[in-house]
């Protein structure tokens, strides 16, 4: 059984960063791709950021240049550095990994950022 629990999601001043860290019951190596989605209030779930097993990475345009998707393989987790957040950025952050036509998620961390 695979669980992907979130963790860091807090309430920050706008300018201020988190570090999103999603923690994997499993190994790493067996996902294609691992993803970080976001869902503020009345919207639907939005892609932030993913990451490839081939290495590619990809990221919304809304967050380029501020949020860093990364892993580190010894500790089977997967990371989501946000800087210079915004108060759009509110939202709760979920976790999510495929392989092949299996999909896991996390149950989500709030975060909240003040203007």
């Known amino acids: 059984q695979v669980h992907l629990v979130e963790s860091g999601g807090d309430l920050v001043q706008a300018g201020g960063s988190l570090r999103l860290s999603c923690e994997v019951s499993?190994?790493?190596?067996?996902?294609?791709?691992m993803d970080w989605y976001r869902q503020s209030p009345g919207k639907q779930r939005e892609l932030v950021a993913t990451l490839i097993d081939d290495g590619r990475i990809a990221y919304a345009d809304s967050v380029k240049g501020r949020f860093t998707i990364s892993t580190v393989d010894d500790e089977n987790t997967l990371y989501l550095q946000m800087n210079s957040l915004r108060p759009e950025d509110t939202a709760v952050y979920y976790c999510?990994?495929?392989?092949?036509?299996?999909?896991?998620w996390g149950q989500g961390t709030q975060v909240t950022v003040s203007s």
């Open positions: 999510h990994a495929s392989r092949g036509e299996t999909d896991y």
């Open positions: 499993g190994t790493i190596f067996l996902f294609n791709v």
